[in-house]
């Protein structure tokens, strides 16, 4: 015997409900009772009992032919059967039990249509959800922006992201840059009856840092060094993205001067081609000095004859 379904109350809307009251809520509880999401043992079939009441509801047609028979006082869980002689202009009887993949009471009321089941058969309309239903719907899109650091961005690694009422760890692929956009198939809402999942499209942004900049793909790091280190020349660890790496600075080393680090910026991804880190010198002065130092500043300053304004010509008003 045929349990009559109540689609209102399966999806816990009102008989009154609109259109878009019905979408949602089918949103929201397939999101809950998706079997690869939910942990209960009855997820499975909740989720393709919601799938059925939402290809009645959501079509006007099947909404008002379902409204006609449930005003007979049908209730869910009772027995049904037809009244005699009715068929709601739904096809031609209730035969065509189990062609649409769905429940039985599913097909006693849209399986007749026109007495064609066995040509809808032919179409696909046999099989069950997830294997070709005609009533499948993919699912909607979601989408998220995500922030991560520069060492994500090139090495790559997994951030947790929470998404359409689930928590995600979704993988950074190494080299992805600020304002890019990834796509994780299949990530999106669930689709109605059987239909595909849609896709999560996640918004990519760096996060400022205090130690690096980006220019483009290329990692840009400042990095101040003494007077005496500019003059004299230097070894300095400089700090990257990648990890530490020891540079030689030559003597007469100036401010602003740029020194490439090949490959240590983003790396290659998609059309877009590898970067490389730049130390930007800095020379940077003492705050204050002391009476001994400040001898020795006056002591070089009367042994050079360097001129830093040489080649510069002075102008008079």
Do not use: C
């Amino acid at each position: 015997m045929t349990e009559f379904k109540d689609y209102y109350k399966i999806l816990n809307v009102a008989e009154n409900a609109s259109q878009d009251e019905i979408k949602k809520s089918y949103r929201r509880l397939a999101r809950k009772y998706h079997p690869d999401v939910s942990q209960q043992s009855d997820a499975e079939a909740r989720f393709k009992e919601l799938g059925e009441a939402y290809e009645v509801l959501k079509d006007p047609e099947r909404r008002r032919q379902y409204d006609e028979l449930r005003h007979h006082g049908w209730q869910q869980g009772d027995q049904f059967r037809p009244p005699p002689g009715w068929s709601g202009g739904m096809g031609a009887g209730f035969d065509q039990a189990g062609v649409s993949g769905f429940s039985d009471f599913f097909d006693m009321l849209f399986g007749g249509l026109g007495g064609q089941g066995g040509a809808r058969r032919a179409q696909g309309f046999g099989q069950a959800p997830g294997q070709g239903s005609p009533f499948a719907e993919p699912g909607r899109d979601l989408q998220a922006k995500v922030s991560i650091d520069i060492e994500t961005a090139i090495r790559g690694g997994t951030e947790r992201i929470g998404v359409g009422g689930r928590t995600l760890n979704v993988k950074i692929p190494a080299g992805v840059g600020d304002g890019q956009r990834i796509r994780l198939s299949g990530q999106g809402e669930p689709g109605a009856g059987g239909g595909p999942s849609g896709h999560l499209y996640l918004d990519i942004a760096i996060k400022p840092d205090n130690r690096y900049q980006l220019e483009g793909r290329d990692v840009i790091i400042e990095w101040p060094i003494a007077p005496w280190e500019a003059a004299l020349g230097a070894q300095l660890e400089i700090p990257t993205p990648l990890g530490p790496v020891t540079m030689k600075i030559p003597p007469g080393s100036s401010s602003h001067q740029r020194f490439r680090l090949k490959g240590r910026g983003l790396p290659a991804h998609g059309q877009q081609p590898q970067g490389d880190a730049y130390v930007v010198l800095k020379i940077k002065l003492p705050n204050a000095l002391n009476a001994e130092q400040r001898r020795l500043f006056e002591a070089l300053q009367d042994a050079s004859d360097f001129d830093p304004r040489e080649g510069l010509v002075s102008q008079r008003h």
